[in-house]
């Protein structure tokens, strides 16, 4: 097995473990996740038909509006939300989601942002594990 660290930007500090599902495409939650079962329902992304639940989500960022947040809050709630995301900057809409979940249900869902270089050497399918300091180890 190979091993690979990245070393990311703790935008919610965190550790999660999970397969990861990675896309170079953004998401909309709104309309593309349901947070009944963590299912991708976006039939135009590249992960269509995959579901999230429990894994590590690596998207370079949301496509769409604040309605990201509530869908992703209520993932959290219902436990259906992934894991962890990773993406390419700080993305208010899941930072948002995530720290209301821990203030509302003591729930919180580590996210990181890595470099553009960094996140091209993910691939969905790895196992990733996510440090609260930002530190990323990808096994495959």
Known sequence: MDQLTISGK?????SAK????????????WGGYDWKSGEITDRRHPLSGLNAKGKILAIPFTRGSSTTTAVLLEAIRAETAPSGIITTGTDFFFALASVVAD?????????VAVSE????????????E?????????QR
């Open 10 to 14: 703790p935008v919610i500090s965190g």
């Open 18 to 29: 999970g397969i990861a599902l990675v896309s170079s495409e953004p998401l909309s939650f």
């Open 103 to 111: 203030e509302l249900y003591t729930k919180s869902l580590p996210l």
């Open 117 to 128: 270089s960094d996140f091209g050497r993910l691939q969905t399918g790895d196992q990733i």
């Open 130 to 138: 996510i440090n609260d300091d930002g530190t990323i180890t990808v």
